[in-house]
Every structure is written in C-alpha cells, then in structure tokens.
C-alpha cells in the first residue's frame, strides 16, 4: 500500500526559511522520480520541484527556482524540501508524489499534505 505523508510546514515570516519532508512507503522509492506539489486557496495544484530516482536529475518551476532545493535519502524513503527567502506567495498546503505514474495512480496517493503560511 502506497502512502506519503508529509511534515514540516508551519507559519513562517517574509524571507524566512522552512524544511519540508516526505515520508514515502509501498514503493522501491530509489526506482521512481518524486516531486513537491502545491495547492494555494482557490488555485489548482501545481508542481514545483522534482528529482529523479537516483537524485542526478533535478527541475524546479520558474516561481521557486534559485530558493527551494529539493533532495532525497533513498535509505530512509524520504524526500525534502529546503524553502528559503519565503514570500507570501509561497502560502499553500505542500504535498509529495510521483509526477511520472498516471495520473490515476497519482490520485490515488495523495496524503494530507503539510500547510505553510508566509506572514508578518
């Protein structure tokens, strides 16, 4: 049984830095691509940063590129993500997944996400 369940989020000031992670079990975790995904209030869900199985391959979205690193552990299933300089715009529940399985699959897995709120 696939489930991903994420941590770290939390209420964070304007250019302010937070870790996030992803605990990921019912897969070869280190055999699959995984990524970070956002969902803001009335705005769809968007992917933001992805990492190959072996971790050589890295993508972020334009939005988030030069401030959020993504990384893995593959011995402990988990995978990352460093948030630094956080704007409000940022504000969004954070969820994991994999961006490479159909997207039938993929809906079948999403956990319940970690919420982070950028404010003074």
């Known amino acids: 049984q696939v489930q991903l369940v994420e941590s770290g989020g939390g209420l964070v000031q304007p250019g302010g830095s937070l870790r996030l992670a992803c605990q990921a079990s019912?897969?070869?975790?280190?055999?699959?691509?995984i990524g970070w995904y956002r969902q803001a209030p009335g705005k769809e869900r968007e992917l933001v940063a992805t990492?190959?199985?072996?971790?050589?391959?890295?993508n972020y979205s334009d939005s988030v590129k030069g401030r959020f690193t993504i990384s893995r552990d593959n011995a402990k299933n988990t995978v990352f993500l460093q948030m630094n300089s956080l704007k409000p715009e940022d504000t969004a529940v954070y969820y994991c997944?994999?961006?490479?399985?159909?997207?039938?699959?993929?809906?079948?897995?999403w956990g319940q996400g970690t919420q982070v709120t950028v404010s003074s």
């Open positions: 997944n994999y961006p490479e399985l159909h997207v039938k699959q993929r809906n079948a897995y």
């Open positions: 019912g897969y070869t975790f280190s055999d699959y691509a």
């Open positions: 990492i190959s199985g072996a971790g050589g391959r890295i």
